[in-house]
């Protein structure tokens, strides 16, 4: 056996008892609180994040929404009106080709 490892095992082998006797429950405190104090700011983060949720939903999607519902009405709205006015000037057109290009009209060519 070198003579390192005579010496070095004795002194290990008491830093390690002494760990056990004294240190080990301070350690063991030590990493309950941590992991309490982690959960503690886990759980006051999420409450947090649905508070400004919920804020963020109250005071910009909610009146988003009834914007865009607004605007999606106003717009079918416009593209009803335009499709009668379509309708309406195609029928006047078909009359009057009617008239125009029928048998007794001026632009007849049969």
């Not at 390690?16 to 309490?36: K, M, S, T, V």
């Not at 929404?65 to 717009?75: A, D, F, S, T, W």
């Amino acid at each position: 056996m070198p003579i390192s490892t005579c010496r070095v095992k004795p002194l290990y082998d008491r830093y390690q008892r002494d760990i056990e006797l004294h240190l080990w429950e301070p350690i063991n405190r030590f990493w309950a609180e941590c992991y309490e104090a982690c959960k503690a700011a886990s759980k006051q983060r999420a409450t947090f994040q649905a508070a400004n949720r919920r804020l963020f939903q109250q005071k910009i999607y909610m009146p988003w929404k009834v914007r865009q519902v607004e605007e999606m009405q106003r717009l079918q709205a416009a593209a009803m009106q335009h499709k009668t006015n379509d309708n309406h000037i195609r029928k006047k057109w078909k009359t009057a080709k009617r008239f125009l290009y029928g048998p007794r009209g001026p632009w007849y060519t049969g």
